[in-house]
Nanobody, 122 residues
Framework: QVQLVESGGGLVQPGESLRLSCAGS????????MSWYRQTPGKERELVAI????????NYADSVKGRFTISRVNAKNTVYLQMNSLKPEDTAVYYC???????????????WGQGTQVTVSS
């Protein structure tokens, strides 16, 4: 079964940094595109960052470009989101998403983590 276990969320002050982690299992992680989304009350879930399977290609929402960095360590089946210079408007529930590849069965599917709360407040 697919699992996406997120960690690293919490309460920080504006200008501080936070690193989120998402550990995946139950699929071929090293061949799967991974991404981070976020959602605040009253807003649609939005794409924050996405990274290709090998980590060689990344894309970011304009609102976080230059401040956030997505990365992955396939040997650990983990994707990260390093968040620097955090702003109050970054407050949201952050979700890890996998475009999961299953090489054994030659199938794929989209899966979401449970989400982790990030609150930026003084």
């Amino acid at each position: 079964q697919v699992q996406l276990v997120e960690s690293g969320g919490g309460l920080v002050q504006p200008g501080e940094s936070l690193r989120l982690s998402c550990a995946g299992s139950g699929f071929t992680f090293s061949r799967s595109t991974m991404s981070w989304y976020r959602q605040t009350p009253g807003k649609e879930r939005e794409l924050v960052a996405i990274i290709s399977s090998g980590g060689d290609s990344t894309n970011y929402a304009d609102s976080v470009k230059g401040r956030f960095t997505i990365s992955r360590v396939n040997a650990k089946n983990t994707v990260y989101l390093q968040m620097n210079s955090l702003k109050p408007e970054d407050t949201a529930v952050y979700y890890c998403k996998a475009d999961a590849i299953f090489l054994s069965s030659l199938t794929r599917g989209y899966y979401w983590g449970q989400g982790t709360q990030v609150t930026v407040s003084s």
